[in-house]
């Protein structure tokens, strides 16, 4: 009997032991370390190496911990180092569904700038993945490993406790098991944010170009299709699952309005009127009574804020401008637009009027978007005039005047006090004034700040630099200026995506566009800036922010502002825009770089204070 | 006499046939742009044109800064009570076709000869020369030829795009700019809304 006890728990031994080595064959990484094609840790994030088997418990087990109501995400790591096929299955069981797995391919997306490959763009896969290396469709020739991201989705009302799961693979003959281990904690991360990120795009031609074959198939009718409105959608939703917002201009600089973004109008002068909200109806109307997230796994709601299509150019003519036509024109159809907006019972939404021309590009004689000269904000005070005039003064629609500041903000803040309420403020600039986000929140505008997505080529954490330092600096959100634009070959000559959070996934077969690792990314340090806040009744805000700061780069708070410069006290239209570099030279050096574990850390902090709290 | 004149251009431009077949349809756009045209020299100041970029701004068109990439556009700043009197006059001559049309204004640089710089913009964004974003950019041969000659010309260089150069003048009568009435024989209702 003893020695068959010893024989089994050889055997047993030999079994782990095995199962370690296979192990090999798969591997799981940290969020934050992107694989190549080749198996090793990309360049930038290195310096994030010791992370590497952080995710791995004494049994070698992938050890997740998370809390509900969110996602707690890895990667897994295909690694063959011959051609070959291969099955990859993972799964997590719950009978009671509340803990879903999504599982997503890596795309390695080859950059010109540095010639080498970056995992970014994710395509949706079965959570039972057949293929083979190399990837036929990556046509990487030597490619001996294929990536994962796997989202764990944990419902707000999942049981707490541990659920186990496993990946397995099966590749020549050989099967490879890694066990999964999954706590589920008492705390809930809050449906809200503390910060909203925004993500901006101008118009809507570039969906024709990234969906071409959808648009190719009719393309006289497509801008007006069903599909056309349900890929806008698509778009909102990919972003509110990822805890954004997304916007959409719909203009141009000289005044253009793309027919989906407006009602459609006719006649002059007095006679200006709304004849036709077709078009308008279908593209806003499932945003703004929140339908359209129907299947979201967040509360569906109407989006927050959307720009509205008004511009010198609509709903009055320009030709009109300073004289009673305009007034007319201007009045009437804004009247109609709240009308119609509060017959609909939108009155969830933020209506951004919002200038974003630049007289640089020859429409208009005034900047509406970052005015440098002060003799600009004349016509803001006049439209507020107009603004006033045509909106009943208790209606329940929420317009809302928007000006995207930066050179002259500081005298923006003063003079158009009580006329715009959401400041879009440029980072450089508004890091010059730390009493500016107490005195507007004060008074209660609302402050974001904008700036770009980093590129594949930064370290993985730098996308989290965004909503940090919007929380630390007190502000409700940032904008990252444009981030549907990855190019035109973003998968086998791509430019690192700087303009890009999100892909089409029209290559893949998805009618829909499809998520990022840096939009990922984003999303759970969003989790966990929400479960930080929501931590401010039992320690100081100013404790927390402190702390998370220190977490995340060894910054103090005070890393996270500029001095405010000399030319700060000069009209804006005299300073030099070298000087603007010069005077956020500070942060630009506090805060370069931050390492691939940077948001680990941070993400550590918030979850031992989950533990106090237990 | 030259009011009757103008009334019966307009006339003919209101009345013009609505609906061109695909065909007809670039001569006689390139026929209502041509009037327009030719109603716009007529009737745009080119002294007032020429007060609307400020001094500041053509002093640092061509400045370059290699610690501030945006020094001449971040600079580029109009005369907003000129630009608002000729847009104004542009926007009505884009009413004498019976489609959709701009009428843009375009004006040589002072000592920069073979640049030339689009002015003013109008509401459906078509340009057959501007290239979006650009704050200056090379005379095209036919802008030239409107400059020196003071004679209108035709481009139907871009497949579908039809554009008239007409001269400007001022009271010294001096060409001092061009206008380009142009339209599309197939509008793109997407196109640079952004």
Known sequence: MRRLQTRFVLLFLIAIYSRVLLARDLQALPEFLRSDPFGAIVAPDRSGADLASSLYGAKHQVVLTGCRGGYVSFHLVVKLPSPSTYTLDVTIPDPTNKVQIDLFREWFHFTDSDKRYYPDALIPVHATYISRLPEPDNRITKQTAQAFWVDVYVASDTRLGIFSGTAKLKANSKITTLPIQLTVLACVIPGEDVVTIDHNSYGSSWLAQQFAGSYRRDPDQWFESNQFFELIHAYHRVFYEHRGIFHQLGYGHSGKVGPEFAPVLEGSGRAKHITSWSLYDRHYGPLLDGTAFSASRRVPRPIPFVYLPINPEWPASYEFWGERGYEAEFVNVVSEMERHFREKGWTHTNFEVFFNHKKRYKGFPWDGDEVRFPKDLKYFLEYDRLLKKALPPNTPVHFVFRADVSWDMEEQFKVLNGIVRLWCCGGGILSFYRHAPKMLCDRGDVVWYYGGPPGVTDSSSAITEFPLRAWLWGVNGYVHWLTVSPGEDPWFHFDGGQTALIYSGERFGVSEPIPSIRLKIQRNCLQDLALLDSLKRRKSLDSLRARAARSYNNSTLDDWWNSRPALADLPSDQWLGSAIDDATKHTHQALEHPGASAWYNVHQYAMSLQAEAK | ?194
């Open chain 2, 1 to 194: 006499m030259k009011t009757v004149s103008l009334m019966g251009i307009f006339m003919f431009a209101i009345l013009g046939i609505a609906k061109l077949s695909p065909e007809e349809a670039p001569s006689r756009m390139q026929k209502e742009l041509d009037i327009a045209a030719r109603v716009g020299s007529a009737m745009v100041d080119g002294d007032l044109c020429q007060k609307i970029v400020t001094q500041r701004a053509r002093e640092l068109m061509f400045a370059r800064d290699p610690g501030d990439r945006f020094l001449a556009g971040d600079n580029y700043d109009v005369d907003d009570v000129a630009f608002n009197t000729v847009k104004k006059t542009l926007i009505r001559l884009s009413h004498l076709s019976s489609f959709p049309a701009d009428v843009n204004l375009w004006m040589p640089i002072e000592g920069h000869p073979g640049r030339i710089q689009l002015v003013i913009r109008n509401k459906n964004e078509m340009s057959q020369f501007w290239n979006w974003g650009e704050l200056y950019g090379d005379m095209v041969p036919e802008m030239e030829t409107v400059l020196k000659t003071g004679q209108r010309v035709t481009v139907t260089d871009k497949p579908g795009w039809i554009s008239v150069l007409a001269p400007v003048y001022n009271s010294l009568g001096d060409v001092v700019g061009l206008i380009e009435t142009v339209s599309q024989v197939k509008m793109d209702a997407h196109e640079n809304v952004k």
